[in-house]
Structures are given as C-alpha cells and as structure tokens.
C-alpha cells in the first residue's frame, strides 16, 4: 500500500513520464545536432547542475553550455564545411541536422520519483546507432556506421513548473563500426600485448570542471564498474540519492 | 489493460504496477552488465517453488532449476575472470578473484518495446519485451562478440507487496558473431593455451528438454515472436509462459 | 520542451497519463504484429475504424502515403506479393515446401522494435501524436542456405485519435534510415541505396500519393520541428497525413518552420 495520498501518487506518476519525455527529447535533438534546443530548455540552470562523462565532469550551466553547445556547434560548423566541400547537395541545407541520423536509443528505463514529488531518476541502457551521411561524408568516410552503447545515470527536478535534467552521468561500455569489425574480439587483440584503457571513448571535450576519468570503457581487463546503480524508491534528492557528487544535490 | 470505469485508486494501483515491472526488467539488464547473477534470482525472481525459465532449448524448471541455471552463470564468469588474470597478468595478477570477478566479458541485454498487461485483480501480470542485445564470451581464441535478438515474455507475481518474476522466457532469434553475415559459420580464429579450460565448460542444462525455439537460419520455418499478452481478469483465464501442461522432466 | 500540464485537474492528469501508456502500448502491439507478418490483423486491430476517419486514414513511407483504409489493406497486399516472391525459390528447389500462405515467410526474419517514445497528447484530449525510434533486422534467406541480414534504423511518426474510450492509429510514416548489412561495412552501401541494395526500400509498394515525404541522404534535417510537441488540437498541417508538412522544405511550409 502507498504512503502516498491520490494526489502525490497522480503527480508521481505524471513526474515518471516527464523523465521518459525529457529523455526521448534529449535522444532526438542531440541526434540531429540541436544543441541549444535541448541546453536552453531542458536543463536547470543551478549551479550545482552537472554533467559527467568518461572523460570527467562539467559543473554549472556555463561549463556544460561551453562543452555541450558552444563546442558541439563548432564541430558541427567544420563538418557541414568538409561536407560541402565533398557534396554541393549539401549547398544551403541545415549546417547542424543535416546529414544527422544517429540515436542514443533509449532501453531498459527504471524511474524513481521521489516521495517528496520534486526530483525524479532514471536509469536507462542506450543501444544506440551513430550512423549517418554526414558523419561519413565529413571526415574521409571515418565513423559513418559507428554504434557505441552506454549507460545513463540522471536526476531530474521540478523547478517552476517543469520538470529540468539536474545531472547526468554517461558510461560509455562498447563501440565499434557496422559491422565488418567484431568490437570484443578485436579490443582483446588490442589489449593483450598492451593492456592501456585511457577512458576516452565518446568523445573529447573543450574545458572541463572536473577532468579525469569517471568511467572506463569496456576492455578485457577492465574490471567491473558499477558507475550508475538503479535507482531505489526514496524520499528526497541528497547525497545518497544523485548521480552527481557530494554538495551537488539542492537547487 | 481494460480501465473503462474503473476507480482512480485502481487506475493507479495498475499504473504503479506496470512502472514497477519496467523497473524490474530494467534492473535486470543492469544485473547482467555488472555480472550479478544471483542477485537475479535471489532479488527479481519470486520466491515459489514453481518458478520457470525457458530458453530455445527447454525449460528449467522449479526452483532449483532456475536458481542452478544462475549459479552456473556466476560460475562460468568466475572462470572467464581467472583465465582473463592469466592471460594479462601485467594488469590483473596482484588482484584477488572477488576483485576480478566479471572481468574479461561484457554483457549487454537491452529490452524495449515493452507489452505488459496487469491482471484486473492486481496479484499478476504479463509482459513481452524485445531483446536487442551484444555479448562477448570467452571461446579459446579470445573473447568475441556477438549480435543478440530475441525476447523476454514473462508472468510475474506479487509478493508482499513487491512485483517478481513467476515465469520467464528468453528466447533468442540471433545469436550472431559481429562481423559476420549470422548464418555462415565464422571462419576459425587461432586458439591459445591459455584459454583451453573454457572449452570444458558448460551451463547446466534444462531439466526439461524440449525445442522451443530456433535461431533464425535459411532455412527455418517463418517463427513469429511469443504470443502477445492480452487483457484477462486473473491468472486461471489467460495463458501461461511458463511451461506448458503436459511437460514435464520426462520430457 | 517537456509538457506543463498547467491546465488539468488531477483526474484529467491522470487519465492523459494512461492516454500516453495506451498510445505507447499501441505502437509496441504493431511492432509485433508486423514482426509476426500479421499486417491485417494490425490493421483491424490497431487503426480507426469509424467511417469518418477511414477515408483519411493514411500510411507513409520514404517515397508517399497510401491513404484511405482500403489503399493501406491494398499495401499490405502489395506485400504479400514479396512474401510470395521470396518463397518462390523454396518452393521450386524443395518439394517439401509448398508455395502457399502457410508457408509465407519461410527462411526470412522480420523483427522491428521501437524505443525511445515521445508521446503528446493535445489538450483537448482528442487526438494524440507519438515518435518512436525503430531498430529491427531483416532477413531474406534462399534455399541455397545464404541468407541476406540486414540491421535497419528508421523512425516512426504517428497520429492517435479516440474513437470511443479507444485510441486508434489514424496516420502513420514509417520513416527509413538505411539498412545496414550484417557482416559487411557499411561504407559500402551507395549514399542512397535502392530497391536492389535494402530489402526496405524493396518494399515500399506503389503509394496512393507520391511524395518525397523523407530523403536519406539529408537525415534528420527536419526532425526538430517534425517531432511531436506540446499541442492544443489536430492542425493537418503539422501532423502525419498526406497534407502535412513531413517532407516539406522550410520555404514550402507555411510560415516556415515555426509551428
């Protein structure tokens, strides 16, 4: 039986499908480059707002915006060039979605709302394709059938109104190209005369908060990381209870 | 789920149901990555004596069955884990077997397209997943990768107070290595000494032996996916994923 | 941007939040049902039904909509064509294989999934639309024990309206990304592959309405303002029927590409 009333349990309920929303949005527009669109609209702007990945963590809205928006946009500016230059079709289309097609795919989703109604968490598996013509037109046919699977850790609260991303943790595992290549196998080619994970799968970003590895990604030595545990019922956002760090968990 | 007129209280009672059984699921695919296997069974599965899981080639059936199909789980990684240590032992070998435990493969079972249907009496529910899906395991050359397509269809009970999984089916259609066309068998990689013990290996087998699936090959006979849940009132009037009647460890 | 729900009362919330589990549950039940070669029964089982919404009913592709019940049942006949076509070289090479309807599907495999839902519901209550992303495989196997496997990556755009208590599919596009073979590398594949190099585009049929509704080669240009948002009520315009503006360029929308 619920300790919530009818009231809590409607608005818990409408929450967990807000965080299924703003993750959807999220794999979307990220997947065709709109940066800004998902920046300026579905994150807080606190500044205990964090977003970490293999590589590390950025703190603030302005950082993530930097890494996220500002840095992102560039090089979605320098491939629409190296694309043009390979494909007048691509003359006067979109310079950041054009091309685009990839998806962090969402799978495996647990959700928690909090008893207290005003943070949400997810834990979510994202099997997802980074394929896409510009991406193979872009850098001399590098990367355009790429696949990388990861999982996510996120908090959510309801602030004003809406419900915002608050933090993210992103744990790159697999990746590898469509499909001429074996990922495990090959990795252990790799890593037996030369056992080196340096943790930098999925990407490199402009200036971080918090650089240095959060996560590594799968190798055959690598041992097991249970970076992003599945969220449990609980009551409010804490320390206990985030997928950021300590210090990080009010508004 | 038929809610034509049904109460607000029941309308939640049902929603809750079916989060919670996406969360069970999800935590599921969570236990595979970080190799807690009987942590599966002891934490997800439910505490009857009847409980079954059924893979292409039978059913385990009972409790001791299914727990035993875990435990061989958690064995087979213990070993993959020890052969890993030999294999890179600039990396692994000054560390104890709890601390290598799940090393050397990973494990990747993401489900979606969730179909789940909750009794009208609230003590049982159904639900169809499908699993799309990469593994590596350990064969003599090494760790290779393959390709997963399958399903999860399952029965799930409520015990005080918490959703577990009654019957389980995990069927597969693909099995295929990466890089490969799926059907063609892969070309032979070089063996090594170190890895030779894996080949004595083998899960334990279905009590009750029975072809319930196929892998997808040329030549099999078109296999549509398990049957879809469908609304029902209780237990006793819908059907069972469980094994069927008339099958038993006589086959 | 993630919805308000500044304007309902606690029972309307709640029934928009099973509206939204029901839309989903829906769009999973025709994954199977199309996995399970059972476009028929999908059809019957899945999309409107009332006379008033049968005439504009409409299923799209790449390359056009089929639209009216009756044209979408003609695709489905369309298709069984191929099915037929692919069991041909069974039937001719194996005796024990007959080429008939039972046998529809034989050697091949069809699995398509969908994940990654958004789902909006309009706030009048009466109609609904949803994005899912769809991965599945597809394989075409002859008798000669080869088999063609393909991954395949698309997207699904769809319009919801109640009919009754009962939600119904009323326009749908299955927007396709490409068909990436299995084992082979997938910068083999021309920039824009065609009916003898992905099985999908094999089986677009012949629409009632062509219309580029989705160019492969340019992606995702549109999706940012294609996929669903917050709403107020059906505008043809921007749902996913023939006269909407799927495929449109921007300067062919009308006031661009604000909605």
């Known amino acids: 039986m619920s300790r919530l009333t009818k009231s809590e349990r409607i608005r818990n309920a409408v929450a967990s499908q807000a965080v299924e929303e703003i993750k959807a949005i999220h794999a979307y527009v990220h997947g065709n480059n709109y940066n800004r669109e998902e920046w300026d609209t579905l994150w807080s702007k606190s500044d205990n707002t964090t977003w970490g990945h293999a590589f590390g963590r950025m703190v603030g809205p302005e950082n993530i915006y930097l890494n996220s928006v500002a840095h992102c946009d560039k090089m979605a500016c320098e491939g629409y060039m190296r694309v043009c230059d390979k494909s007048s079709e691509f003359w006067g289309h979109d310079i950041r979605s054009s091309g685009m097609s990839g998806t962090h795919a969402l799978a495996s989703g647990v959700i928690e709302v909090a008893e207290d109604g005003r943070s949400a968490r997810s834990f979510y598996l994202t099997p997802g394709g980074m394929i896409g013509n510009r991406m193979r037109l872009e850098s001399n046919n590098e990367r355009f059938g790429g696949w990388i699977w990861e999982r996510y850790g996120s908090d959510f609260v309801f602030e004003n109104g809406r419900w915002l991303y608050f933090h993210e943790q992103v744990c790159p595992d697999i990746d590898s190209e469509y499909d001429f290549l074996n990922w495990a196998y090959d990795e252990f080619k790799k890593s037996i005369n030369n056992p080196i994970n340096d943790g930098s799968m999925g990407g490199t970003p402009a200036r971080l908060s918090e650089p240095g590895a959060i996560h590594y990604n799968f190798t055959c030595f690598q041992t097991v990381q249970d970076t992003v545990v599945p969220p449990k019922p609980y009551s409010s956002l804490n320390d206990e209870n985030s997928y950021s760090t300590k210090g990080r968990n009010t508004l | ?251 | ?259």
């Open chain 2, 1 to 251: 789920m038929e809610l034509a007129n049904k109460s607000e209280e029941y309308l939640l009672d049902a929603w809750e149901a079916q989060r919670a059984i996406k969360n069970l699921m999800g935590k599921m695919s969570y236990n595979y990555i970080v190799k807690k296997f009987q942590e599966i069974f002891s934490g997800l599965w439910s505490s009857r004596a009847d409980v079954c899981l059924g893979v292409n080639d039978g059913y385990y059936n009972g409790a001791s069955a299914v727990a035993g199909y875990y435990d061989g789980l958690y064995e087979l990684n213990a070993l993959i884990s020890k052969l890993m240590q030999k294999a890179i032992p600039s990396v692994l070998e000054d560390k104890t077997a709890d601390e290598i435990y799940g090393t050397g493969t990973m494990d990747y079972k993401p489900v979606e397209c969730e179909l789940i249907e909750v009794a009208q009496d609230g003590g049982t529910a159904k639900g169809l997943w499908v699993l799309r899906g990469s593994h590596s395991q350990l064969t003599p050359a090494g760790p290779v990768g393959y390709w997963e397509w399958g399903w999860f269809a399952a029965d799930f009970i409520k015990e005080d107070g918490k959703w577990k999984i009654w019957h389980l089916l995990y069927l597969d259609d693909v099995c295929g290595v990466c890089g490969t066309d799926w059907v063609t068998a892969p070309k032979d990689l070089p063996e090594m000494e170190v890895f030779e013990p894996i080949k004595g290996y083998k899960l334990p087998e279905p009590n009750v032996p029975v072809k319930l699936r196929e892998l997808y090959s040329p030549m099999r006979c078109f296999t549509p996916p398990p049957r879809m849940p469908e609304p029902y009132e209780s237990f006793s009037q819908t059907f069972s994923y469980g094994i069927a009647e008339g099958e038993t460890e006589n086959g």
């Open chain 3, 1 to 259: 941007m993630a919805e308000s729900n500044i304007n309902f009362t606690e029972s309307e919330l709640l029934e928009r939040v099973w509206d939204k589990e029901k839309i989903k549950d829906i769009i999973y039940r025709r994954s199977y049902f199309i996995s399970a070669n059972r476009r028929r029964e999908e059809l019957s089982n899945l999309w409107v039904g009332e006379p008033r919404h049968l005439k504009s009913a409409s299923y799209g592709n790449n390359i056009g909509y089929f639209v009216g019940i009756d044209e979408i049942h003609r695709h489905c006949a369309e298709y069984d064509e191929i099915l037929y076509s692919r069991l041909k070289p069974y039937s001719d090479t194996r005796q024990e294989i007959d080429y008939d309807k039972a046998n529809l599907g034989f050697g091949g495999m069809n699995i398509f999934s969908c994940n990654t839902p958004l789902v909006f519901v309009a706030e009048n209550g009466m109609t609904a639309k949803l994005l899912v992303a769809q991965y599945g495989n597809h394989a075409v196997g002859a008798p000669d024990g080869t088999s063609e496997v393909f991954m395949t990556f698309g997207l699904v755009f769809a319009d919801f309206v109640k009919e009754g208590n009962q939600w119904k599919i009323w326009h749908l596009i299955d927007v396709h990304d490409f068909s990436l073979p299995a084992g082979k590398d997938a910068l083999d594949l021309p920039l824009r592959p065609g009916a003898e190099d992905d099985p999908i585009v094999a089986e677009y049929g012949t629409p009632t309405v062509s219309k580029e509704v989705y160019d492969t080669m340019f992606g995702w240009e549109y999706l940012y303002f294609d996929m669903p948002k917050e709403y107020y009520a059906y505008d043809e315009r921007y749902g996913y029927g023939p006269n909407s503006n799927m495929g449109l360029k921007y300067f062919e929308r009308p006031g661009g590409t604000r909605q």
